[in-house]
């Protein structure tokens, strides 16, 4: 099964910038997409951003033109570059995949990561006023 390993959260004040990379192994040759969501306290979770084995991308509404999905297929890890950080921003930032599939928005992340794929543990990103 594969394993997902999140990093690089942590404190900034608004405006600021983070980069978040998940790590992940065992996974199997073919389809596949991978994202970020994130869940607030007393919030549902939110999908942030996905990215397809064909290298294409989709942001949410509320961190489109902010946040930007990468990859790096050589070290097998999955990049978040938070830029103008804001205090909503605050939230517990996850990594998912999910095998065999081609496309994947972030409103479908959460739901179809949850049913077929796999989560990271989370990390952390505070952003102060």
């Known amino acids: 099964q594969a394993h997902l390993v999140e990093s690089g959260g942590g404190s900034v004040q608004s405006g600021g910038s983070l980069r978040l990379s998940c790590a992940a192994s065992?996974?199997?040759?073919?389809?596949?997409?991978m994202g970020w969501f994130r869940q607030a306290p007393g919030k549902e979770r939110e999908g942030v951003a996905t990215i397809c084995g064909d290298g294409s991308t989709n942001h949410g509404d509320s961190v489109k033109g902010r946040f930007t999905i990468t990859q790096d297929n050589a070290k097998n890890t999955l990049y978040l570059q938070m830029n103008n950080l804001k205090p909503e921003d605050t939230s517990m930032y996850y990594c998912?995949?999910?095998?065999?599939?081609?496309?994947?928005?972030?409103?479908?992340?959460?739901?179809?990561?949850?049913?077929?794929?796999?989560w990271g543990q989370g990390t952390q990103v505070t952003v102060s006023s």
């Open positions: 065992g996974y199997t040759y073919g389809s596949y997409c």
């Open positions: 998912a995949a999910v095998e065999g599939w081609s496309s994947l928005s972030p409103d479908n992340l959460v739901v179809v990561t949850s049913r077929f794929g796999v």
